[in-house]
Nanobody, 115 residues
Framework: QVQLMESGGGLVQAGGSLRLSCTAS??????MGWHRQPPGKQRELVAE???????NYSDSVKGRFIISGDASRRTVFLQMTSLQVEDTGAYYC???????????WGPGTWVTVNS
């Protein structure tokens, strides 16, 4: 089992920045990353990083968000800049279990971007 805990959400004005943190405990994780769920919409990938440091971003955040840390250190950060109202939503950290292949989720942290 993998347990994850996020921190760092909050309220920010459009154009501002926020930094999210996520720490994993329990079993080894192969990949860690972030999904988000805007109000009334489905959960979507934001960014992820593998144990070897390979990163992947959704097109909507490229150039604005940076994921750092990695699964081997069980901690990842999401530096969000130039935030837009459309970035509002619940942000969930996830970790792909190295041995069980299961995607584990944190409880989520809310990000609100005001215009």
């Amino acid at each position: 089992q993998v347990q994850l805990m996020e921190s760092g959400g909050g309220l920010v004005q459009a154009g501002g920045s926020l930094r999210l943190s996520c720490t994993a405990s329990g079993d080894v994780v192969a990949t860690m990353g972030w999904h988000r769920q805007p109000p009334g919409k489905q959960r979507e990938l934001v960014a992820e990083v593998s144990r070897d440091g390979t990163t992947n971003y959704s097109d909507s955040v490229k150039g604005r968000f940076i994921i750092s840390g990695d699964a081997s250190r069980r901690t990842v950060f999401l530096q969000m800049t130039s935030l837009q109202v459309e970035d509002t939503g619940a942000y969930y950290c996830y970790g792909l279990g190295f041995f069980d292949g299961v995607q584990h989720w944190g409880p989520g942290t809310w990000v609100t971007v005001n215009s």
